[in-house]
């Protein structure tokens, strides 16, 4: 990366070509929000003229870029910009549909375990719902006793205890909606990572493997 830095302050020239090779390096990295500075950058140069398929790898890998960061709006437009690639149409479409994946909402997840348990029958846990229901009942019960007993020092224990699991039940749906949208976009990726080279070394694409 050094490297390809000293060689941007050579020329403009050099500068434009160190561009788009920081911005592949930058997404092979992980770093997808700097690729995306990058690469916008590199796109937004003016002088010296890039050949087209430069202009078009860079798009390419901006696409992604984005796609990784779940702005699918802009990584169809990124895609449909490059003028032509094996499988353009499929993967335009994809990223055009990327807001349409599956997704749960966090909020709604921790409004509804309000009623424990009711958040992660929301995410699909039923099992889990119906356990934290159950947890949270016997916790419940047991404080009413120990105060309707007028035992204090128990009374205040099982409330403590019960704040921390009613809590964590909250926490618990809450996390699990966000983990499910990750994984949910994780194996997208994946999907279209298995037909599709994301980090191109070098223009023209490959066609996609079948």
Do not use: C
């Not at 205890?161 to 997208?188: C, H, M, P």
Request: hydrophobic share 40%.
């Amino acid at each position: 990366m050094d490297h390809l830095r000293s060689l941007s302050e050579r020329s403009p020239e050099w500068r434009t070509r160190s561009l788009l090779e920081v911005g592949w390096a930058r997404q092979a990295g992980g770093d997808f929000e700097g690729a995306t500075r990058t690469l916008r950058s590199f796109l937004s140069e003016r002088e010296p003229p890039r050949s087209p398929e430069q202009e078009d790898r860079a798009r390419y890998l901006l696409g992604w870029a984005l796609l990784n960061q779940g702005e699918g709006t802009g990584a169809a437009e990124a895609f449909a910009a490059v003028s032509s690639f094996p499988g353009q149409k499929p993967l335009t479409e994809a990223a055009r549909n990327w807001n349409a994946l599956p997704r749960k909402s966090p909020l709604l997840a921790g409004v509804l375990s309000v009623v424990p348990g009711a958040g992660h029958v929301y995410l699909g846990e039923p099992v889990t719902g119906l356990a934290a229901f159950a947890w949270n009942g016997l916790f419940g019960f047991a404080l009413y006793e120990s105060i309707r007993r007028e035992q204090v020092g128990l009374a205040v224990l099982l409330g403590v205890l019960e704040s921390l699991w009613y809590s964590g039940t909250i926490f618990g749906a809450v996390s699990g909606a966000q983990k499910y949208n990750r994984d949910v976009r994780r194996e997208a990726l994946d999907r279209l990572r298995a037909g599709y080279d994301d980090q191109p070394e070098r223009w023209p694409l490959s066609p996609p493997v079948r």
